[in-house]
């Protein structure tokens, strides 16, 4: 055996240590790769799914802040020549607010009062109404943009008769 | 553009014989009202006479409440003419005037009258009144206004024209809305807007020529003004917030008006040939309501600045602002007579809203009226009545009382409700 033919083996032994060194490193990337890819697909299908549900969840408290606002009506009651809202318009315009921060809508609110005085000063009245419940949307982070007011006073009334039964069904603000 | 339309076809078919929408009932006249024969006119034309003009100035002259009528079928012979006048057929009936006349038809319609005092036994006035055929009714309102004149010293406010809203209302859906123009005795009513949405604040030019009002058409409310003669429109304000109660200065150059466009119901002036708009008050209480005074100089307004409504009044020289009603917790929306003296308002006493008159000399305060939700007080140009809105069941109607509280009478509407009457002043021709 020459010195040559030696190192000549030794060259391609190497080479095909080399080779085989390769072609083994090749596979085992690709499987690394393959499984990184399923791992990070299961892992985006999890996020995704998670995310959905996530958003279901959400539009699902959205329906329900929806639906407990579209429950306590859009009507809400005022106090013979008053324009504080009471506790019960209060609860009532907090489930309103809940519902709103979560959409997008603009919502027109419309004073109203009962009969009694005179037509222009009631005007005046009815918007004080409307611009109570406005006030405390926005004081409850609601944005004034999505907000319009108009005052009626004593036109388009609910109950047409006079007394406090029928007077007390027109003192109010309806949202709309 | 079609409501203006229709309104400009009613004003063309100003002539046509419509239904009177309201009716006249006399409920208190004075104690002893002067008995006068309104003998039927003589008629001088082709056909039959288009108006029973004596049947109009009688009816004028009954619903003054200073006048009993004398009824036809006592009279013992209708003169015509002077000379068919026998004093004793009146004295017989008690009658104390006899008004007689004639209506003649040429190129226009001519009424010829005479008045005479069976007391006396001679005539004392006599006139002439001339117009369009069309304007026979108002020509008749014209011979009544003399003859008041000349039997009380009061100038007559028959030739005259009420504005007024009425509702007809609709539980399923929203009411129906209809600004009308009608006669002061409530005949030929003209429709100059009608919709769903509120009508408001019917004013009047002072030359009678135009209205304002303010319509929530535009889902907003907006105050218009509209020409009587011309149907021609126009929306002058379109403020965010309120925009109601407009006011002409009795110059008719300057409106006022109320708007809350800077956070609060504030009176505010529009000029109407400029259209620069002047803010008079400034305060977070509602002030609304403002109204004239007949020289111009200052307007009386509705504020809570003291807590509840009352009275107030602007000096437009010193813009100082002065409280001028004191009795009661309410007073609200002045209209001051054209003597600048008497002031009616809704003045609230035991929960009950009346209509009052303050008298701005004596200060004295008269409660006119006793039903308990009236509103929209109009004083006639002659200063002598308060037209005003009340409720009668659901629905409302107007009323009249004098403003010496002698004489009531009530214009229900055949159906639906009649809110806030404007009576016009006397038109400038």
Sequence with gaps: MTKSTLYAKWISLVFAAFFLAACSGN???????????????????????????????????????????????TVFYFEFDSSSLTDDARAQVDAHIQALLGNNDSVRLEGHTDERGTREYNLALGER??????????????????????????????????????WQQNRRVELK | MLIRRASLLALLFFASSLHAELQIEINQGLDNPTPIAVVPFGWQGLGAAPEDVAQIIDSDLVRSGQFAPVSRRDMLSYPTRETDMYFRDWRAISAEYVLIGQVTLGTQIRIDFQLFDTTRQMAIDSGTVTGPVTELRMLSHRVSDAVYERLTGISGAFATRLLYVSVTRNPDAKDFYRLTLADSDGQRPIVLLEGRDPILSPSWSPDGQEVAYVSFETSRPAIYRQNLRTGAREQLTNFQGLNNSPAWSPDG?????????????????LNLTSRALTRLTRHFSIDTEPTWMPDGKSLLFTSDRGGRPQIYRYDLRTKKIERITFEGTFNARARVAQDGRNVALVHQRDGRYHIAVLDLVTDRLTVLTETSLDESPSIAPNGSIVLYATKRGQDSILAAVAVDGGVRFSLP????????????????P
């Excluded at chain 1, 990337?29 to 959400?58: G, I, V």
């Excluded at chain 2, 055949?414 to 009457?421: D, F, L, T, Y």
């Design chain 1, 27 to 73: 596979d085992t990337k690709e499987a690394e790769a393959e499984a990184a890819a399923a791992a990070a697909e299961e892992q985006a299908a999890q996020e995704a799914a998670a995310e959905e549900a996530e958003q279901q969840a959400q539009v699902k408290a959205q329906q329900g802040r929806e639906a407990a606002a579209a429950d306590v009506g």
């Design chain 2, 413 to 428: 509407a055949r159906e639906g409700s009649v809110q806030e009457p404007a009576w016009s002043p006397y038109e400038t």
């Design chain 1, 129 to 166: 109404r409307a611009n109570a419940v406005r006030d405390y949307m926005v004081a409850n982070g609601l944005p004034s943009y999505r907000i319009e007011t108009i005052s009626y006073g004593e036109e388009n009334p609910v109950a047409y008769g006079s007394g406090e039964s029928n």
């Design chain 2, 253 to 269: 150059n300057t409106m006022a008006l109320v708007l809350s466009k800077d956070g609060n119901p504030d009176i505010y002036l």
